[in-house]
């Protein structure tokens, strides 16, 4: 079955920088690759999300690439703010018709002042 | 305003009752799903339902059970509570492509 692996499982940045979170999935037939944010305390929420049918996706400073031939999509977060602090999930569609959302483990990411 | 509601937001109850987490959707949505989470840790999924008097169990084993008679409404119940149940507990409903997750704001569980 599919499989997401999410690295790193922390990631600490100074305020401003940049930030770049890596998920690899293995099932090929994968098409949906969506991103969530879960701040402290709250619910997940969808940021952004790419079909395989598109290399990068931007919405103001987050942005997602995709590389179907390596299986592998990422999180791009510029000029980070100290509400950026969180922790992502990405995930990869699997199954025909009814699709379910295979997560990946979760990045802490820590914004430093 | 449509939602994803879940009752009660914290619970703290003694080992082996019996309880019920409560979750309903304004959103119109068919698909809902029952997600158990440690603070800040991965998402494992319980249970899911496709539709009315559809419910299948996910990829965590888990002791609990859920009923979908209502559209709007997939309440999960505990037997019989143990302190290892004590995590979050998060609904989510899905439209009907299943790809879009909307998650409520969760109950999170002790059991004593």
């Known amino acids: 079955g599919e499989n997401v692996e999410q690295h790193p499982s922390t990631l600490s940045v100074q305020e401003g920088d940049s930030a770049v979170i890596k998920c690899t999935y293995s099932d090929s037939a994968s098409n949906y690759f969506p991103w969530y944010k879960q701040e402290l305390g709250k619910r997940p929420q969808l940021i952004i999300d790419?079909?395989?049918n598109v290399g990068e996706k931007k919405d103001q400073r987050i942005a997602v690439t995709l590389n179907k031939t390596a299986k592998h999509f990422s999180l791009h977060i510029t000029e980070t703010q100290p509400e950026d602090s969180a922790v992502y999930f990405c995930a990869a569609t699997t199954g025909w018709g009814n699709y379910q959302l295979i997560w990946g483990a979760g990045t802490k990411l820590i914004i430093k002042p | 305003e449509a939602d994803i509601y879940q009752t009660p937001r914290y619970l703290v109850i003694g080992t082996g009752k019996k309880i019920t987490l409560e979750c309903s959707q304004t959103m119109g949505h068919d698909k809902m799903y029952w997600y158990q989470q440690d603070p800040g840790m991965e998402l494992h999924l319980i249970h899911y339902s496709y539709g009315v008097n559809s419910t299948e169990k996910g990829d965590l084993s888990s002791e609990s059970t859920v009923s979908r008679i209502r559209t709007e409404h997939f309440p999960l119940t505990l037997e019989s509570a143990r302190p290892s149940h004590t995590s979050q507990y998060l609904c989510?409903?899905?439209?009907?492509?299943?790809?879009?997750?909307?998650f409520g704001s969760g109950t999170q569980l002790s059991v004593l």
């Open positions: 989510a409903s899905s439209d009907q492509g299943g790809e879009k997750l909307f």
């Open positions: 790419i079909r395989s």
